[in-house]
């Protein structure tokens, strides 16, 4: 078993005993691992793991990268933007990618569906929550979420699938947990209201288990399987 494939391993190991912890079956949750500044190599050695839901943050390089494996005829995998999205990047990632985490204002939204190509399935969207309110953070307000997830549903490129947030580093269990709930209680207004909600994208390595005890369905991890990343390729 190589490196990558022993660290998917353990992480998936982690993901089942924070589920078992709360009662929640681990088959509810989704592993996003998060493949930015990693080459193609990498991938294919998750892929031969079994994984194939992938997170990018840069548009250019989740591109490259997915156009590799196309040319490779892997069409099985599943392609996440969920970095800060641009205007003028926007049609590459109607294009190219399944979903998009980041979606924080109708602008964009608007964008990524009318630029959605017509052959291709909706675009799976999240609305990004800027839940710790920090400036340095992408994201709405909760207070915003309504309006927009309204605006949002109405765009035919467009399926709303749910919430995304990157809390602010807490450093205890409970502050972890307390934060997430918020999400988690959004979340669950949500899919009263809207059928095609069912995923809050929530946790990464250091707040996992109390994001999946919160109700997360997907988590996004990224050292723990690949390694540290080199952003001085960036």
């Given at each position: ?16 005993a924070a589920a078992a912890r709360c009662g929640r ?192 369905t997907m988590v996004r991890i990224g050292t723990a ?8 390729k960036n």
């Open positions: 078993m190589n490196d990558i494939a022993h660290n998917l391993a353990q992480v998936r190991d982690k993901i089942s079956a681990s088959e509810e949750i989704t592993l996003l691992a998060v493949s930015k500044t990693k080459p193609a190599s990498a991938i294919a050695e998750a892929i031969d793991a079994g994984q194939r839901a992938f997170g990018e943050n840069y548009v250019q390089e989740g591109v490259d990268k997915i156009h590799h494996f196309q040319q490779q005829g892997i069409c099985t995998l599943q392609w996440h933007f969920i970095g800060p999205l641009q205007s003028n990047k926007s049609r590459l990632v109607a294009e190219n990618f399944d979903w998009c985490h980041t979606v924080d204002r109708l602008r964009i939204a608007s964008r990524l569906s009318e630029q959605r190509p017509a052959h291709l399935p909706p675009l799976n969207v999240l609305i990004q929550i800027n839940i710790s309110d920090e400036q340095s953070k992408s994201g709405i307000a909760l207070v915003d979420l309504d309006a927009l997830a309204a605006q949002v549903a109405e765009l035919p490129g467009l399926c709303l699938r749910g919430l995304m947030a990157i809390p602010a580093p807490q450093a205890d269990y409970e502050g972890q947990f307390a934060v997430a709930r918020q999400m988690a209680v959004a979340f669950e207004a949500l899919k009263t209201r809207y059928p095609t909600v069912d995923t809050l994208s929530l946790g990464m390595s250091d707040d996992m288990s109390a994001a999946i005890a919160a109700g997360s399987i690949f390694g540290a990343r080199d952003y001085t």
